[in-house]
């Protein structure tokens, strides 16, 4: 982090030939009048002006292709300036837009034309050993608090590969290696301090705010700005984990082993999540395999240790770093789009390994990621009663199964963005033909493609979160940013 300390007329000189820099119009205009008022701010700001190194930190996200050339950038350090932050960006009517760690894949969700705010500031933990929960702020990445709350011995349920942003992933749902057990990674959140675009500062909970509590709970950025989340934890042991990887000729007996595992392992501390990839003009194999206690009860793992899985006793943290350093994290275009079988069969697994191996444009790799969890992973939402913006229920249990593309050419955007629609349409429809899922299954909000239907992730709750977002949202705010939005 640079930090920008400018003298104002410096400051003033710099935003005055911004004009001359980047393509003029209204966006530019509003855009250089909030970042004006924002250089005017009292403590001074972390503020980010192009070019500089805070700047392009500060836009950086891992899909290039979602990335954008903002005005200024600016870092809050506390939920107070980020009210600040939105008074002026709601005065000057500035397009805007929020990040966490970057993770997300869409253009307009993390990035923007106009004021960039980047919350990796806000990186705060505390555990409270009386409450058995940890809090921690928005711009973590859930690697860098996994080994805070393992040092008391205790975990929450997070993301699964290293340098993936607490703050878009909680407030999507999140899909953890602790979802067998103890649910969505939104189940498991107490309270959130949501900085509101009202400007105010609340603390809420299921008690105090409902709606609200409600809508954070896969709703993103729809009602503001989470600047604090607090977690139940549970007691972490070491751990059994590796990451197996299978050349092309064992796939089949590779996919044996994923339908074997998924049609009879109940115990929720084993978790597999295999990936199909294509590059190099090949397909491989890789399943990341975690056993959630210093040992492997018989049977759990056998297929998988015939393949040649060779596991390893560690910390869970250490599992996360390890096993993330073999696939996980890389920069470049991407995209992602779901489908959302209730299992596997041969058919379903046959036809991935057909459809993956199609392209030879600037793909560096094009995968199929076929998520198992157990229908215990949806039984904490509305089924336990405690009903959330992203419905989830252990009577129909739809994994986020999802097909990735990593590419290089700008040029070839659409036709990833196309060959994605196709390929993740046609698993879907394949599963539906075969009994193993449904027309009007709800997709995960944060493994889709920018043009996903509001009701294919929220179902029947759009119309009551349009609500939520209206009432919290009165100077329309939202109307200046992007992401899957409700009030618009
Ligand atoms: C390598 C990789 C591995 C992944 N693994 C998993 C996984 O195991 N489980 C899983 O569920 N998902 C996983 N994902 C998907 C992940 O949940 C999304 O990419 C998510 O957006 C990452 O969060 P972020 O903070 O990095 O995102 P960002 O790109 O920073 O933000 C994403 C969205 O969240 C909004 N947002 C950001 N901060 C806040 C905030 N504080 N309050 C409200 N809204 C906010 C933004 O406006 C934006 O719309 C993975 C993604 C990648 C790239
Ligand atoms: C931005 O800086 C932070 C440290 O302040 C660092 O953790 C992060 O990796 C940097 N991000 C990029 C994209 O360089
Ligand atoms: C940002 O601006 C630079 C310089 O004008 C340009 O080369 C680059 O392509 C722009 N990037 C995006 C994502 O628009
Ligand atoms: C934005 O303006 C509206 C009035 O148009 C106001 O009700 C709201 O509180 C303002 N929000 C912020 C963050 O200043
Ligand atoms: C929110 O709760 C925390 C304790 O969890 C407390 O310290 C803080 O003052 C509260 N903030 C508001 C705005 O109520
Ligand atoms: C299938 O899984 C069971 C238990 O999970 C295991 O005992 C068996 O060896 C596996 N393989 C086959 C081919 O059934
Ligand atoms: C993997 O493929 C090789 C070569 O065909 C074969 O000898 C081996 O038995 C296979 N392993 C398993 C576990 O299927
Ligand atoms: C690969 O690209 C070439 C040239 O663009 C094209 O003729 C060929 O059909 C492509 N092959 C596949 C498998 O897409």
Known sequence: MVQFLPSTPLLFFSLSVLPHVLAG????????????????????PLLGLPG?????????????????????????RSAQELVSIFKIINETRSPWAAKGNGHNYNKGFASTTGVQIALQQMRSFSYDPVRKTA????????????PQIEAHGAMFAGGRIAGVGVSG????????????????????????????????????????????????QGGLNNFGIVTKFTMATYPQSLVQGTVLIVPAENLTALAHAIINFSQRVTDGKADINPVFMYAGGKITGFVYLLYDGPNIPGGVFDDFIALGAQFKQQTFSEY??????????????QGLQQWAPTGYNMDLLNRKHGQIATTNRS??????????????????????GRPSAYPHSKSNPWNPANVGAAWDDPAD???????LTQLAGDMQAASVAEGLSSPNAIFYPNYVL??????????GNVDVLAKISKKWDPGHMLSLTGGFLFAN
């Open 413 to 419: 955007d659409k036709y990833f963005n196309d060959l």
């Open 135 to 146: 809090s921690f702020g928005p711009g973590n990445a859930w690697s860098d608090v996994f």
């Open 363 to 384: 793909g560096l790799a094009l995968y199929m990621t076929t998520e198992w969890f157990l229908p215990t992973t949806f039984s904490y939402g509305s089924d336990a």
């Open 52 to 76: 500089s190194a805070q700047f392009n930190n500060d836009t950086a996200l891992s899909g290039l292709n979602a990335q954008q050339n903002a005005t200024c950038s600016i870092e809050p």
């Open 320 to 333: 996360v770093d390890s096993s993330s350093a073999v696939l996980g994290g890389s920069v470049s275009r």
């Open 450 to 459: 920018p043009n996903t239907p509001l009701t294919r992730m929220y179902g």
């Open 169 to 216: 992933l909680a407030t999507g749902g999140g899909y953890s290696y602790k979802s067998n057990q103890f649910g969505l990674v939104s189940d498991n959140i107490v309270q959130y301090e949501l900085v509101t675009y009202t400007g105010e500062i609340l603390n809420v909970t299921s008690t105090s705010h409902p709606d609200l509590f409600f809508g954070l």
């Open 25 to 44: 119009g209204p966006t530019t205009s509003t855009a250089l009048r909030a970042c004006q008022k924002l250089s005017a701010l009292n403590p001074p």
